[in-house]
Nanobody, 124 residues
Framework: QVQLVESGGGLVQTGGSLKLSCAASGRTFRSYAMAWFRQAPGKEREFVAAISSSGDRLYYVDSMKGRFTISRDNAKNTVYLQMNSLKSEDTAVYYC?????????????????WGQGTQVTVSS
């Protein structure tokens, strides 16, 4: 029953940058591991990045490594995704998930703890 609101998406050219935000409503945000996923038309939702509750452990898919950075501000109840060197294949709706489990470097999302998503479109 965590309320999540993603923002910051938009239209950018290849090579451009965007910073996404996910604002969470709740008193226990500091205890939540958080993650970003994305879903392109006709494709399954896929993992992008995750961050532990304390922010000391970060996880990325290889295709995002070196381009995307996940961070959090627990005082603001917000998790961020800084996206640089964007490619056309990054075009998708980006969602955040709260309070998943990180086991062996894999983030297992909590069902229902998704926002509405924010659209990222990368043009050539």
């Amino acid at each position: 029953q965590v309320q999540l609101v993603e923002s910051g998406g938009g239209l950018v050219q290849t090579g451009g940058s965007l910073k996404l935000s996910c604002a969470a409503s709740g008193r226990t945000f500091r205890s939540y591991a958080m993650a970003w996923f994305r879903q392109a038309p006709g494709k399954e939702r896929e993992f992008v990045a995750a961050i532990s509750s304390s922010g000391d452990r970060l996880y990325y898919v290889d295709s995002m490594k070196g381009r995307f950075t996940i961070s959090r501000d627990n005082a603001k109840n917000t998790v961020y995704l800084q996206m640089n060197s964007l490619k056309s294949e990054d075009t998708a709706v980006y969602y955040c998930n709260a309070d998943g489990r990180i086991i062996g470097g894999t983030y297992y999302p909590t069902a229902g703890n998704w926002g509405q998503g924010t659209q990222v479109t990368v043009s050539s």
